[in-house]
């Protein structure tokens, strides 16, 4: 709920997990914390492309962070996973003085950003905290949820190429999950087919999805007629 202090958290948050484990130290709990602070920063294995995916965003659109993570930890993560060169800020709860979900982070997050409600998107992965907060304060979302963690939460969404030509390319190996629904369904096509701009004599208007790799091809016998 975004109540937590960084100092409660800190003597708190693995001491109360020793005692989950019937185990009363808190010097061990002290221990375990200065570990994880010390180590934490220098983990920096990142999902497949996030490089490139930030490359491309980031030419197009300010890209921001926002965390509930200590300032000290996340500085020294962002810098040395190569992160950086691609946000212009990184607001964390300790500057602002609460966590998210709270409406106070995001909306000092667009104001540090100079940016505007309606045109500005909130990308996380965690539901309550990322998704549900930023719709509390008009904020669009985007759920990135690679593990497809069950939810009750209406899916749905529509993703259209800024140009027209424009697609998303899932690469060999990788995997896309689109989460929609008949009532809410993922759709795929471009700017001008959602401003109802497009004719008869509209092309290039898919603006979808590029699937690269090798596929079984079918082979058809002679003389049937397609669908």
Same mark, same amino acid.
């Given at each position: 709920k975004g109540l937590l202090t960084k100092a409660t958290l800190r003597a708190t948050r693995f001491y109360d997990t020793l005692l989950r484990?019937?185990?009363?130290? &808190?010097?061990?709990?002290?221990?375990?914390?200065?570990?994880?602070?010390?180590?934490? &920063?220098?983990?920096?294995?990142?999902? &497949?492309?996030?490089?490139?995916?930030?490359?491309?965003?980031?030419?197009?659109?300010?890209?921001?962070?926002?965390?509930?993570?200590?300032?000290?930890?996340?500085?020294?993560?962002?810098?040395?996973?190569?992160?950086? &060169?691609?946000?212009?800020?990184?607001?964390?709860?300790?500057?602002?003085?609460?966590?998210?979900?709270?409406?106070?982070?995001?909306?000092?997050?667009?104001?540090?950003?100079?940016?505007?409600r309606t045109e500005s998107i909130m990308i996380g992965d965690n539901l309550d905290v990322d998704i549900i907060g930023a719709r509390r304060v008009g904020l669009d979302q985007v759920y990135f949820n690679p593990d497809k963690k069950a939810h009750g939460e209406k899916p749905g969404v529509t993703i259209f190429g800024s140009g027209g030509l424009d697609y998303i390319v899932v690469n060999r190996g990788s995997q896309i999950f689109a989460e929609g629904t008949s009532t809410s369904p993922v759709v795929f096509t471009s700017r001008q087919s959602v401003e109802g701009t497009t004719g008869v004599d509209s092309i290039g208007q898919w603006g979808g999805l590029v699937i690269l790799g090798r596929a079984p091809i079918a082979a058809c016998p002679a003389g049937v007629t397609a669908p």
């Open positions: 484990f019937e185990v009363d130290h &808190p010097e061990l709990a002290a221990e375990i914390d200065h570990e994880y602070i010390s180590r934490s &920063p220098h983990k920096t294995n990142l999902f &497949p492309h996030a490089i490139e995916v930030l490359g491309y965003l980031s030419e197009k659109y300010q890209l921001h962070i926002i965390t509930n993570g200590f300032s000290e930890v996340q500085d020294i993560k962002i810098t040395k996973s190569g992160l950086q &060169p691609f946000f212009t800020h990184r607001i964390t709860s300790e500057t602002v003085g609460v966590n998210k979900p709270d409406p106070v982070i995001f909306r000092h997050a667009l104001k540090l950003a100079g940016a505007k």
